[in-house]
């Protein structure tokens, strides 16, 4: 009987081409997007699984606010050095404790003798129990004596191939440079370890021992943040493990403070409390610090991916009703000559499976063929065929295909075999064919989704476009960032000042793309403020071409303004109480106080995301109250061709630094980091929008065909008797605008409540405008007007005496 069925369905579908092309067609769309997001999820979940062994390490989390984007504490991954050292004496738990040195997101030059410096991100050093902790493969060398010794280097399977073009480099020597002017440390390779098997998220191209992750500052008020790793000797109970952390923890703190004449109450009382604790590395992936979870990333286009594979669902449950009328007899006869019901819907099943394999296997092969730009936009490398996971990934898509084929097939099936064999072998079809609000339902259903991406779009657009244009207070154009730091000493800077178009050439730590924030408590008229502070040279302002509001910027003709003179932002201004330039502040110290005095008050300028406020900031050039200064070296760029001045500043730079290349950002390309994952974002629903609405077309082409076949002899015999075209058609369109407007009346108010949600994480935002309802509206109504035009104009031309003549 299975056989007999699979032939019965392959003859169906080769009489019903094209049916059977849109369904298949339309369902493909539907699970690629699946396929590629099943890809995704697989992959995002599947970080630190590629050693049986990472079940029983741990990442350990200071709490603290440390170089974080608002001056809030968070749970971040560096942690002071000294945590290590605690961890290892006080929690016998832990078996081997591992300090890795942060990756600061900026390549380190690699010069191997004879070839020419390679700038390589990801360079990490750490201290000589790493490998105790984390269990690599090594292809060269050994683990347990790799960097047993300061001045060892391991190396990536990768960055070994990049360097010397063999993994066979035991004993050679590369020399790494982390600085502009830094002479460069040369270290021996020891071992070459293999990549992974999967997904890691402490990635690293080389491991270097320089020993400094070995020794903690002697001095307590001097910090060294790095990264700490630990692993078990068995499972253990995280909670438990979190509070005995916690404790012992804050009594080394009180020690601390104790030593340093301090109360650790107090320093809690100006919001600095501190904690730590352990997160098992299968979790560190999904808990970022300041980035967003890969769940929340993945939430839109999970929406979005689900929402396309009920269109193309609903589409095909469509599609296949519309065919009842020319199935019907064959459920007659076949119920006459003695076929029961259940028999009918194993049937209709298998046809429904037949197409919806296929649909798969196109599904495979769309995935493969899209995964590159599902890739770009996630920054991930996804393959179909290359998934480490292939077979999980078959097993998913298996469970796929039984849901989908009961989604698509059961409804069409139930309708198919509930045929009254004598009213349809009587030609009766209208009383058998029901379910007219189910299939109006669904239609609803995807307009209301097609409209909805078509609202969302708009909103998107004019969001995007309105940070794109809004005013950054300061100027974007033709400022360029060298990722390095601002010297007077090594004749750099005042080469590049002798280029006739570069006009300024200033620091700061607070700089679009790069921002690193001091806080600081300051006294003002008997009350505390904690407030951010930035350290900047003289014409780091000019350079930026910040917009100043009242007084002045900081000038080499006012000594003053060298020792304490602050500029502040609007923001501080009004923290403040609004009034103050001219007006003095202190800050206090253990041993002393300063007192600085407000010169000038600039416009609040943005140098983070437009989901942040912009932070009240104090900006002085004075060392005095404490420093910070980032790798921000600002020029502004005066000339038509700033691309040639760029050359005439790295020619320069390649003329002082040989050993050392040139990295550095433009003042549109951090704007455009920043509106990177929106405008990712837009083009990905404008995909999803597009092809939604073609899926509600054919879904709307396949009702009105069917209620055009339904009234066939109700538009004959009102041709008969002198109805026109153009009344008849009316009529048909009158029964599904409706289906329109209502999907319409739905979509608005559940579009509206999104996009307040969405826009509601932007610091910076447009009210919800009211053009894109109206438009996706218009455009519903117009599109499916036309569809169903075309469709009841072919009822409508059809010969009148074909349908009476039987009558």
Request: glycine share 6%; proline share 4%; aromatic share 12%.
């Amino acid at each position: 009987m299975f056989l007999l069925n699979c032939k019965i369905a392959f003859r169906n579908l080769l009489k019903n081409k094209a049916y059977a092309g849109i369904n298949i067609a339309g369902l493909a769309m539907g699970l690629t997007s699946f396929i590629l997001l099943l890809l995704f999820v697989n992959h995002e979940s599947s970080y630190d699984e590629w050693h049986p062994d990472l079940k029983r390490v741990y990442q350990l989390r200071e709490y603290h606010d440390f170089s974080t984007p608002d001056n809030r504490p968070y749970w971040q991954v560096m942690n002071e050095s000294r945590v290590g050292n605690l961890v290892r004496e006080k929690i016998p738990q832990f078996k081997y404790v591992t300090k890795v040195d942060p990756d600061w997101d900026y390549g380190v030059t690699l010069k191997v003798e004879g070839t020419a410096p390679l700038v390589v991100k990801n360079i990490r050093d750490v201290d000589s129990l790493f490998f105790k902790v984390f269990p690599y493969t090594f292809l060269e060398g050994e683990a347990e004596t790799a960097i047993r010794h300061p001045g060892t280097i391991v190396l990536k399977e990768s960055a070994a191939q990049k360097l010397f073009g063999t993994t066979k480099v035991i004993g050679k020597k590369v020399k790494v440079i982390v600085w502009k002017n830094d002479p460069g440390q040369t270290f021996t390779v020891t071992g070459v370890v293999a990549e992974p098997t999967g997904p890691s998220s402490l990635p690293f191209s080389a491991l270097t021992h320089s020993g400094e992750q070995e020794e903690d500052p002697d001095n307590l008020r001097t910090s060294h943040f790095c990264e700490v790793y630990g692993i078990t000797h068995g499972t253990l109970d995280l909670d438990l493990l979190n509070q005995n952390l916690q404790k012992i923890y804050i009594d080394y703190k009180k020690s601390v403070f104790m030593q340093l004449n301090h109360s650790l109450d107090d320093f809690n009382k100006e919001g600095k409390q501190r904690g730590l604790k352990a997160l098992a590395m299968k979790d560190v992936h999904a808990q970022p610090v300041f980035t967003t979870p890969w769940k929340n990333k993945a939430g839109p286009v999970m929406v979005l991916s689900v929402f396309l594979l009920l269109i193309s669902i609903i589409n095909f449950i469509n599609l296949s009703t519309v065919q009842s009328v020319q199935r019907a007899k064959e459920v007659g006869v076949k119920k006459v000559l003695g076929v029961n019901h259940g028999q009918l819907v194993k049937q209709f099943l298998t046809e429904a499976a037949m197409q919806c394999l296929i649909a798969l296997f196109l599904s495979i092969m769309l995935a493969e063929l899209l995964s590159p730009l599902f890739n770009a936009y996630f920054e991930v490398p996804l393959s179909f065929w290359g998934s480490p996971a292939l077979g999980r990934l078959f097993f998913q898509l298996a469970m796929v295909f039984l849901l989908v084929t009961l989604l698509v097939g059961f409804y069409p099936a139930l309708v198919l075999s509930r045929f009254h064999p004598i009213k349809v072998l009587k030609g009766n079809y209208e009383r058998s064919f029901r379910g007219m609000a189910l299939r109006n339902a669904l239609v609803v259903l995807q307009f209301v989704i097609g409209v909805g991406f078509m609202i969302s779009i708009g909103i998107m657009y004019q969001q995007v476009a309105y940070l794109s244009q809004k005013n950054l207070g300061f100027e974007k154009g033709k400022l360029m960032n060298i990722l390095t730091n601002y010297s007077t000493e090594d004749g750099f800077l005042e080469a590049i000042k002798r280029i006739p178009e570069v006009k300024y050439v200033g620091s700061t730590t607070q700089v679009m793309g790069n921002s690193f924030h001091v806080p600081q408590m300051i006294s003002y008229r008997g009350t505390k403020h904690r407030i951010n502070t930035v350290t900047l040279t003289m014409d780091a302002f000019p350079a930026l071409g910040v917009q100043i509001k009242e007084g002045r910027l900081f000038s080499n003709a006012y000594g003053q303004d060298t020792i304490n003179s602050v500029v502040l932002n609007e923001s501080a201004n009004q923290l403040l109480g609004g009034k103050m330039l001219g007006e003095t502040y202190q800050f206090e110290y253990p041993g002393g106080r300063h007192e600085f005095k407000v010169v000038g008050i600039i416009k609040d300028y943005h140098n983070e995301g437009f989901d942040k406020a912009i932070l009240p900031t104090i900006y002085k050039v004075s060392q005095l109250g404490g420093t910070s200064s980032t790798n921000n070296f600002l020029v502004r760029i005066e000339s038509d061709h700033p691309s040639k001045v760029i050359d005439q500043i790295e020619t320069t730079w390649n003329r002082f630094f040989p050993e050392f290349p040139m990295q550095y950002t433009t003042g549109e390309q951090a704007l455009e980091v920043l509106l990177k994952n929106d405008k990712r974002l837009m083009r990905m629903i404008l995909l999803f929008s597009i092809i939604t609405i073609c899926l509600s077309l054919l879904g709307l082409f396949a009702l009105s065909a069917f209620m055009a076949k339904r009234r066939t002899k109700e538009l004959a015999i009102r041709r008969v008797l002198g109805a026109s075209s153009f009344q008849l058609i009316k009529m048909l369109n009158q029964s599904f605008l409706w289906l329109v407007v209502v999907a319409n009346l739905i979509s608005w108010p559940l579009v509206y409540w999104w996009s307040s949600e969405w826009l509601s994480h932007f610091a910076y935002r447009i009210d919800v405008p009211l053009w894109p309802f109206l438009i996706a509206g218009l455009t519903s109504l117009v599109v499916a007007l036309l569809t169903i035009t075309i469709q009841s104009g072919r009822a409508v031309a059809a010969s009148p005496v074909k349908a009476l003549k039987y009558e």
